[in-house]
């Protein structure tokens, strides 16, 4: 693989990481959405993930290739120490290991915050079929995660139902009293 920089996005990434989220959307059930969002509803995406949490990107030879995001598990103060994250890779740089690498920096990321918790949220087919394949559980399962839950039929789309898992990832000791999760502080463009 070529050499990859990972780095924090800002918002003049947004089109380009749209562009990437625009092929899952339209042509995968990896994501659940049906619809693309607008420039607007995503930049909007991600200056809420920055208040708090990493958005980064991978860029090989100065094009954005991937980007991967994390946010809050549930969203109640008892979960702080828990993050969900995400991940899209652009279709023609999948299984170049660019995910490992964007993964791994997000991991380091939240670790420093203080994150104890990684959960993946992951569409999963009953059958694997041109829309959705395991492959994405397998990549969680390659980086550590472990399955931990499983809704049956509980996601419908292109004519047809799917199931969902969530997977996860301990990073850190689960002391008796935990350190305040602390924010993110990457500023727009930074590299890791």
Known sequence: ????????VSMEDAQRLLDIYAYYVENTAITFEYEV???????????ATLKKYPFLAAEIEGKTAGYTYAGPFVGRA??????????????EQRKRGLGKALYK??????????????????GYPETEDAYLTGNSAAFHAHMGFSQVGRFHKCGYKFGRWYDMIWMEKIIGEHGEIPSAVRKGMWMPGTIL
């Open 37 to 47: 969002p607008s420039l607007d509803a995503f930049q909007a995406r991600i200056a």
């Open 1 to 8: 693989m070529k050499e990859v920089k990972i780095r924090s």
């Open 105 to 122: 920096a997000l991991a380091e990321c939240l670790a420093a915050m203080g994150v104890l918790n990684l959960y993946a949220c992951i």
């Open 78 to 91: 008892a979960y702080d120490w828990s993050a969900e994250t995400t991940i899209y890779v652009a279709a």
